[in-house]
């Protein structure tokens, strides 16, 4: 039996440039990163996996400076050349706090599988047995990436996650296209760096939407997530460490006027209040000014929108899911719970007026959209036959 090749790693910068050189004419390359954060706010890269269809690369960016890595982001940004990533958004949150890279343009093979029927959120270990047959390790979660040197175990491992992503991506490229959704799938497959960099703005919204905070409550909850964001930056650890969400919601409710306040809340730990009191205290202070600047009115906004009775939320919930599978696309690219629940509430409005308020998205309205507005117009219903979903036209 032939030994199993052994993948060397890429130590030198002249290395890179050659594979690069090597590279910069394919139409598309595979690319799959590890990392470590456990312990940290940013993510320490350990191993970057590049290939073609026939063979992989993989490079060590331990020993790799910025300047070495040049040729690599080079064909990472060739608009030329598709990316296939799998699950990308971690790959690309990892290379852009490393290096302030945004691969494109990508095609996500975890968002293709979605929006071509296949199926929602696909390990990348069942995806290539089922479209190609092929069998991979199981992935490593636990992994020290950033030990060295690396087993032959891991560097095989490493090269085989990536190995067959090219002919993956050309499978599913035929997949989509049979379908129509080639554009859509390469548009949701983009990322941008407000995705990592989140504003302190839209966390402490994001946070807050279902606390019930009045005006003061939420000004001084965004002026918390900022400091702790900050904080959290500056000493480069988890946010977790510094605070967690529920002790600056509990901050924000209760909004403690002295170092003495803020040693009663638990969570919040005793050293932190001895090195960060002040600066809380002062966040909070600012928010209580802001906040009464602002008013006690409610604001508007998609993610508060009036309720809906349950039962009804659950009954467009059915036709969503009828809907994507007739159409072979996974729920979410058409609506969401909290998207069914704005829905509900502007049914009497065109499909053009509700991609303008943002219910649905323009590719999802034009999929589905005048179905939707025939079933809350009662043009059609539901019925169940044979033990399965039917849509049936409603005669008036």
Known sequence: MKPKRIPKLITTADEVFTVCQQLQTEPFLALDTEFIRETTFFPKIALIQIANQKQAWLIDPTVLGKEDLAPLFQLLTDPKILKVIHASYADQEVLYWAYGCIVEPVLDTSVAAALCGIGDNVGLQKLLKDELGVSIPKGRSRVKWLSRPLSEELLVYAEEDVLHLVELGDSIKNRCEKLSRWEWVLEESQSSKDQFDVSPEVMAQKLGKSAHLDAIGRSVLLELVTWR????????????????????????????????????????????????????????????????????????????????????INLVQSYVAFLAREHSIANRYLLSAPQIEWLLKNSNKTVDSWVEIGILTKRAAELVGNEMKAFLEGKVGLKISQGALEVFPVKN
């Open 229 to 312: 964001e900050n904080r959290a930056k500056a000493k480069n650890v988890p946010r977790h460490w510094v605070v967690d969400n529920e002790v600056l919601l509990s901050l924000a409710k209760v909004r403690p006027r002295s170092t003495s306040d803020l040693k009663t809340f638990r969570g919040l730990n005793a050293k932190e209040v001895e090195r960060s009191g002040e600066e809380i205290l002062k966040a909070v202070n600012r928010g209580v000014e802001l906040g009464s600047q602002l008013g006690t009115a409610e604001p508007v906004s998609f993610h508060r929108s009036p309720p809906v009775e349950t039962h009804l």
